[in-house]
């Protein structure tokens, strides 16, 4: 459907629930309740598809074009190929690599910083690089999808219970109602920004890839605090699941996975930190044997670990389609300053970027403690 399309028969669905959210649930019939659901879920779908025509041009300029493998259920199902219309980011290694790369390449001492200003863009791959190679050291921005917003404030739809009571009814009895209770989120760009140090002309023009070499580390920096930004957010939203440590770190991740995957969800990766990452790795049987080693696709059952910097004895079990990160038209810019100690000969970078954690489905989330209390 294009855009037009799907706008129209959203502006339908939406008047449509409007005039049975009227009445009081005990007035509705069972006919109606049906109704309501399907219109609540084929509105959440609409949604998701407005977004994402309304981004794909915008990702398309960022090398999210052409042919791409969709993952409708999560890094660990089945995979198929879109066009570019459906396009999606994700930012990997690689693409930071590529980034760097380009920049160093642009790099020539009669041209450097000429303008006083190099503009980078967040590079997005076409998919995330999920258990691309065995053994990967796969980071959180690694597998979670990005999109753009065109202003610093937008809206989107999160599903804060997901409750299933379908069942066998006989004829003529009253049907059993299914809670699917979704809300409007605002969401709101943050700017994250730091600077390089002052750095002397002539160094600069002496190591041509010396600026390619700061403006990847301070782009490095910025990731590395979206990615603390969206730990923290995924582990205090609200409709969150939770569970308690259970024997052992492992025993208490697979119960906090099971919850998430009893409402329907596709749990798929678990967020830890390195020491309990460790003490998983490392547990053994009274004969000395390993208890747990990674597949070859780097899961250990059924998840991808992904060590993060987060509170000790605490793990976040998440399905990585229901959550996903923004950033704005820019992408992220590192600007370098030429005039500030012009007398001193020195310039300096900054880079900035504004992004926000976005959480589709607050059941997906999983805050499973790793440890016993106190």
């Known amino acids: 459907m294009d855009l037009k399309s799907v706008q129209a028969e959203l502006a339908q669905l939406q008047a449509k629930g409007a005039a049975l959210a009227t009445k009081s649930p005990e007035d509705l019939t ?82 450097l910083v000429a303008a006083g200003s190099n503009v980078t863009k967040v590079e997005f791959d076409p998919k995330p690089q999920v258990l691309a190679t065995p053994g990967a050291n796969l980071g959180i921005l690694d597998v979670i999808g990005v999109t753009r917003r065109k202003s610093g404030k937008y809206t989107y739809v999160r599903q804060t219970v997901r409750t299933n009571n379908a069942a066998v009814v006989p004829a003529g009895s009253l049907k059993p109602t299914s809670v699917f209770t979704v809300e409007e989120v605002e969401g709101s760009l943050d700017t994250i920004a730091h600077m390089s140090e002052y750095v002397g002309t002539y160094l600069l023009k002496d190591n041509q890839e010396l600026q390619g070499f700061l403006t990847s580390e301070l782009q490095a920096g910025i990731f590395a605090k979206v990615a603390e ?131 589709y489905a607050a059941p997906a989330i999983v805050v499973v403690q790793t440890a016993a209390a106190g």
């Open 30 to 111: 069972s006919r109606e309740v049906s109704e309501l659901e399907g219109i609540t879920g084929r509105i959440i779908e609409l949604k998701a598809q407005e977004r994402g025509l309304k981004n794909a041009a915008g990702l398309a300029s960022l090398g999210g074009a052409g042919v791409e493998e969709d993952l409708p259920k999560g890094l660990a199902g089945p995979s198929h190929q879109v066009g570019a219309a459906e396009a999606k980011g994700f930012i990997t290694p690689a693409s930071i690599k590529r980034v760097a790369a380009n920049l160093a390449a642009d790099v020539e001492a009669k041209g």
């Open 229 to 359: 930004l969206a730990v923290d957010e995924f582990a205090s939203t609200t409709g969150a699941q939770t569970q308690e440590f259970v024997d052992n770190e492992m025993d208490s991740i697979f119960l906090g996975a099971s919850k998430a995957a009893a409402l329907g969800y596709n749990p798929d990766v678990v967020l830890l930190p390195r020491a309990t990452l460790n003490a998983i790795l490392l547990a053994k049987d009274a004969d000395g044997h390993y208890l747990y080693r990674k597949d070859e696709d780097s899961r250990i059952n059924g998840l991808y670990p992904v060590v993060i910097e987060g509170t000790a004895d605490q793990a976040v079990v998440l399905d990585s389609s229901k959550v996903g990160i923004s950033v704005d038209e820019p992408g992220v810019e590192t600007k370098w300053d030429t005039t500030s100690r012009f007398e001193y000969n020195e310039l300096r970078a900054r880079t900035e970027g504004r992004f926000a954690i976005d959480v």
